[in-house]
């Protein structure tokens, strides 16, 4: 599987961006993908998952009610819809597929090249 994310930009503290992961291979249907981010200087770190089919999600704490991600496997593409963005939400956004339902970026085979998401304040 190959992914490819993109949406990133500058955007004012408020708004909102919609981040897409694009994936080749027929059975993208099949993998669990998640979003995880970095911080300048920081480790990469969980934002998001959602399993196979769409019907399970999970988020980090600190996007709760403000991200929501979603999944079109006909079109195999998932998304991250981000509102409300803060500064504190600048980082390179990374998606990843895998085969376990986690939040571990560990359990995830493959990744994305990333797409920075810029918040002004």
């Known amino acids: 599987v190959q992914l490819q994310a993109s949406g990133g930009g500058l955007v004012q503290a408020g708004g909102s961006l919609r981040l897409s992961c694009a994936a080749s291979g027929r059975t993208f249907g099949s993998y669990v993908v998640g979003w995880f981010r970095q911080l300048p200087g920081k480790e990469r770190e969980f934002v998001a998952v959602?399993?196979?089919?769409?019907?399970?999600?999970d988020y980090a704490d600190f996007v709760k009610g403000r991200f929501t991600i979603s999944r079109d496997n006909a079109k195999n593409t998932v998304y991250l819809q981000m509102n409300s963005l803060r500064p504190e939400d600048t980082a390179v956004y990374y998606c990843?597929?895998?085969?376990?339902?986690?939040?571990?970026?560990?359990?995830?085979?493959?990744w994305g090249q990333g797409t920075l998401v810029t918040v002004s304040s």
């Open positions: 959602i399993g196979w089919s769409g019907s399970s999600t």
């Open positions: 990843a597929a895998g085969s376990v339902y986690s939040v571990s970026r560990s359990t995830y085979s493959y």
